[in-house]
């Protein structure tokens, strides 16, 4: 990480991680990287059986931990959240945990088709599942200063049935109107 930290080009940098080696130590070395912008770590659901049938029995447990470990000492901590039939009715109650958790940033995708989400193809929803879901997150309310949300916007195009998606940001306290 310092190779990293000392690179003049790089103004800042995040770190992925499934979240199982983070301990007090981990968390003491990454606090010293003064490049470091956030850590993200992957949580499906609210619960253990949610998650855990999507990353791995266990998996729940180590990146709950691994969050609240990095909240204890400070780090700026993110949550991705890949969106798909196993998952998405969840959504409203994962955002609440992560609220409850003090996660800085919650960002959401849908899941794609390629690579090893091919075989996942049977969980994608379809266009108007997916509206309904980011309607009902945008809608969505918490307390003051609560997790940001990056997520993709749907917008209909007026002259098709499609939807085009584009990345926005807003905080959980936000209203949006689509």
Do not use: W
């Not at 690579?115 to 193809?121: A, D, L, P, V």
């Not at 969980?123 to 993709?152: A, C, D, F, W």
């Amino acid at each position: 990480m310092k190779l990293v930290d000392n690179v003049p080009s790089f103004a800042f940098y995040d770190i992925l991680t499934n979240g199982s080696l983070i301990s007090d130590d981990v968390v003491h070395a990454l606090k010293n990287q003064s490049k470091l912008r956030r850590v993200q770590v992957s949580l499906e659901g609210s619960t253990p059986e949610i998650n855990d049938a999507i990353r791995g029995e266990g998996s729940y447990a180590e990146t709950l931990n691994a969050i609240r470990t990095m909240k204890k000492h400070g780090l700026t901590v993110s949550v991705m959240t890949t969106i798909s039939r196993m998952n998405y009715k969840d959504i409203p109650h994962l955002i609440e945990l992560l609220n409850n958790e003090s996660v800085d940033t919650f960002a959401m995708e849908r899941l794609i088709p390629e690579g090893r989400g091919e075989q996942f193809s049977d969980q994608l929803l379809s266009p108007q599942e997916l509206r309904e879901l980011y309607e009902h997150v945008y809608e969505k309310r918490s307390r003051k200063n609560g997790t940001r949300i990056l997520m993709p916007l749907p917008i209909s195009q007026p002259s098709s049935s499609s939807i085009l998606y584009f990345r926005m940001e807003c905080s959980t306290t936000d209203v949006i109107s689509v």
